[in-house]
Each structure stands twice: as C-alpha cells, then as structure tokens.
C-alpha cells in the first residue's frame, strides 16, 4: 500500500510569504502528526490530528496552523514567514487512536528554505 | 515538560564493530520507540517498547526499556555501513504528545 505522501518536497519562500504544506496519510489511517526537523532543535511536535479534531498541539506560536479533512488529508500553513522557519516538515499517520502505544510512518518530508 | 536525552550525540565507527546508544529521562513513559533516519527521509520505525524491563531484538539490533520505563538502549552488534543514519528515540509524555530525543548520528566505516 502507499506510504505517506508530502507534497511539496522541496520549497524556497521569501519572508513574510505564507505557506500550506499537505500531507496523504496512509490509506485508512485517521491519526496525522506534524513536526518540525531542525538541526540545531531535532524534532520538535507540531500537532496531531484524529478524525479531523486536533488532539495535541504544541509549543509553536499561532503562525503554525493546521487542520485535517473528513478523507484524513491533512495541512498545515504558516503564515508570515521567517528565517528560522527554514527546517525540514514532516507529516507521520497512524491507524490507531493517539492515545494507545504505537508506532507512527512518516512521509519524506517537505524542505522549506525561507530566503 | 518531559525530555529525552540521547547518547552519543556522533559515533563514527569501524564495520564489525559493537556499539551502544542511550536514551534516558528523569520522567516515565508507557512506551518507547526507536526509529532511524536516512539523509533526505522521513524517520523508519524499528520497534515500540512497552513493557518495562522488556528486550526485543531485531536481527543485529538489540532494545531494552530499562525496569523503571525511564530509559531504553540500543545495541548493535557487528555494524554494517548500512546501518549509518540519525537514531532517534521517542516516547509519549503525559499528554500523549510523542516527543523525540536529539538523536544519535551514527556512521559506520567499511
């Protein structure tokens, strides 16, 4: 079966610009999460979506934004970029309820370079 | 907040070599996750723990989850370069956020 799907891979955007990021989780699959990947911060959780209802969100400001569809697609925007923005985005699903111990499969990821 | 430090930060070493990554926290976790990660991908599951003192293996990879659920390690026995990549383990904090170590990068030399 697919695996998840980010598009697009790689993106350059100019300060202040807004972006919208998307994310097809694997089929079936009603739990996606978003995290950012920094070199200098690692991973750092975004949000996470089950059945279209955000279920964790975390310490980003109110630029990062997101949402899922009823066909558990999901985006994510950020509005008025920044430099330190620049980091890789990664989109994870998983079939299962987020609060039940389990593993997530990430996309490729989208590269976002802010300039 | 609940942390996860991961250690080494690097390891560079030589193929058929053994090696050892940690993953500690001063907080529980009910499960803990290793994933490793490819240059230009997205991290890959390798294995969940849940049970505290459990030991799982993955032909040359062995996980522990330490008794207490505070820690967790991963060995590898008789590296192969196949097994570069940034090793990244995770668990969910109190309100089922999965939040990730810092990583280990590891590199094997043929």
């Known amino acids: 079966k697919a695996g998840v799907t980010q598009t697009p891979r790689y993106l350059i955007k100019t300060r202040g610009q807004q972006v919208t990021l998307s994310c097809s989780p694997i089929?079936?699959?009603?739990?996606v999460s978003w995290y950012q990947q920094t070199p200098g911060q690692g991973l750092q959780f975004l949000f996470e979506?089950?059945?279209?209802?955000?279920?964790n969100k975390g310490n980003f400001p109110g630029r990062f934004s997101g949402r899922q569809f009823s066909n558990s697609r999901s985006e994510m925007n950020v509005s008025t970029l920044e430099l330190g923005d620049s980091a890789l985005y990664l989109c994870?699903?998983?079939?299962?309820?987020?609060?039940?111990?389990?593993?997530?499969?990430f996309g490729s990821g989208t590269r976002l370079t802010v300039v | 907040t609940q942390l996860l430090e991961q250690s080494p930060q690097f390891l560079s070493i030589q193929e058929g070599e053994n090696l050892t990554v940690y993953c500690n926290s001063s907080?529980?976790?009910?499960?803990l996750q290793w994933y490793r990660q490819e240059p230009g991908e997205g991290p890959v599951l390798l294995v969940t723990?849940?049970?505290?003192?459990e030991v799982k293996k993955l032909k040359r990879l062995t996980f522990q989850f330490g008794d207490a659920r505070k820690d967790s390690s991963l060995h590898i026995t008789a590296a192969q370069p196949g097994d570069t990549g940034l090793y990244l383990c995770?668990?969910?904090?109190?309100?089922?956020?999965?939040?990730f170590g810092s990583g280990t990068r590891l590199l094997v030399r043929p």
């Open positions: 723990v849940v049970t505290g003192g």
């Open positions: 907080s529980v976790f009910s499960s």
């Open positions: 089929s079936g699959h009603r739990s």
């Open positions: 995770a668990g969910r904090d109190s309100s089922y956020k999965l939040i």
């Open positions: 979506y089950f059945s279209e209802t955000q279920r």
């Open positions: 994870a699903s998983s079939g299962l309820d987020p609060n039940i111990a389990h593993g997530y499969t």
